[in-house]
């Protein structure tokens, strides 16, 4: 049973790897704190939850959903995106909802991408960003980002030839896992740059409402006529706490948008309408909740990056995101830094690698545990000796 070449050609899935040695210290009685996966701790607002619960009291909505979400989901879509983006979405044709937005960034992939298709992608990324290309048998092509480049990448450094023979140009700030925000500027340059050479321009805006600083995160679809090229990708996993629930958005260009419904009509029924209705609810909310949430993520940042930097980092303060993006010290790499403080102190840091192999030399710390708990990794460095030099 040979797998196809689809599933042999992805790169192994660290966090997949992770996982089983995590699961070797839990045997042996560690108390690990898991700072590896990105995996949302703050619960999502009382008032979702009481709307989920309402929605189950009504069993119509128990029934196959509509594929490409229900009305009033892509009409709370349409007022968030106008609210907090000052973008002008049209709820019937310029949106879809998505099983999350990992969901939807390799099912763009597979609607566009055609065996030997290049796609332009940062590296370090989030590995759907790879991966969607690669299930379609198209090419990643790697855009490198550095501390030196501010972790952007440099587009005038592309290839003339390459950026013409590409189909899709992928971008995702703020980043996962570097940590960085892109200025307007950026954007303006990744439009024009998309429209100049004929590529679909992919936004993953996962961390959109994740910012520390007075700047807020910029929508790709905020440039002027970005829509011509741009689809952008949405999630209330991170914004709401809801990253088990299974629910994102895409918006922007309705052709692009239409693309990613028709394939996905053929795989699966859309989002448990239940979940739908609470989404609605988050997406309407006015009460400070995100506020919350991003002064919860600010105060663990602070801890973590003063606590590393009394262990020798010499560490900034990332704007935006729940992680921290953190050189490993002399004489390891990043998959030895992480084992090492796995097993020294039971604290897990995804090896930069699970970003591809530019993250060579760097773990990522996600933020997501209590204060108490992040202390508590740091005091455990500090007594196993761990510092950054
Ligand atoms: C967490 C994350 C997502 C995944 O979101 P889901 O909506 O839960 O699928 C997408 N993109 C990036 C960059 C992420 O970090």
Not at 195 to 205: A, G, P
Not at 251 to 257: A, D, E, F, I, W
Request: hydrophobic fraction near 40%; glycine fraction near 8%; include cysteine.
């Amino acid at each position: 049973m040979k797998e196809a070449d689809r599933l042999t050609k992805l790169p192994i899935y660290v966090f997949a790897q992770l996982d089983a040695l995590k699961a070797n210290e839990r045997a042996k009685g560690v108390d690990l704190i898991d700072l590896g996966m990105g995996n949302p701790d703050v619960a999502p607002p009382p008032q979702v939850i009481e709307s989920l619960k309402q929605a189950l009291n009504d069993p119509e909505n128990f029934r196959y959903p509509s594929f490409e979400g229900a009305p009033d989901f892509k009409e709370a879509v349409a007022g968030w995106c106008k609210r907090q983006y000052g973008i002008n979405i049209d709820p019937q044709h310029e949106v879809v909802a998505l099983i999350g937005s990992k969901e939807g960034v390799v099912h763009l992939a597979m609607a566009y991408i055609n065996p030997g298709d290049i796609t332009l992608v940062p590296m370090p990324a989030y590995p759907a960003h790879f991966n969607g290309t690669i299930l379609s048998g198209g090419e990643p092509y790697v855009l490198p980002t550095t501390e030196k480049n501010g972790f952007l990448p440099d587009l005038k450094d592309v290839d003339p030839s390459i950026a013409d023979a590409a189909k899709m140009l992928v971008i995702s700030f703020p980043t996962n896992p570097t940590a960085v925000c892109a200025p307007r500027s950026f954007f303006e340059e990744a439009v024009a740059f998309a429209k100049k050479h004929k590529l679909i321009l992919v936004s993953d805006f996962a961390y959109a409402e994740l910012y520390f600083g007075n700047e807020k995160p910029i929508s790709a679809l905020s440039i002027p006529g970005a829509k011509d090229v741009c689809i952008e990708f949405h999630t209330l996993s991170k914004t709401f706490g809801m990253a088990g629930w299974r629910i994102g958005f895409a918006v922007g260009n309705p052709r692009l948008v239409e693309s990613l419904r028709k394939i996905k009509t053929n795989l699966d029924y859309g989002i448990f309408t239940c979940v739908q209705k609470a989404a609605v609810t988050a997406l309407n909310l006015k009460d400070g909740y995100i506020d919350n949430v991003r002064a919860i993520y600010k105060r663990r940042r602070d801890l973590f990056v003063d606590g590393l930097n009394r262990l020798g980092w010499k560490l900034n303060k990332p704007t935006a995101t729940m992680y921290l993006w953190v050189p490993v010290p002399d004489g390891f790499n990043a998959t030895s830094f992480s084992l090492h403080l796995l097993e020294k102190t039971g604290v897990v840091a995804a090896p930069g690698v699970a970003f591809g192999s530019l993250g060579e030399g760097y773990v990522r710390f996600a933020l997501v545990d209590k204060e108490a708990r992040l202390e508590e990794a740091l005091r455990r460095m500090e007594s196993a000796g761990i510092r950054y030099a």
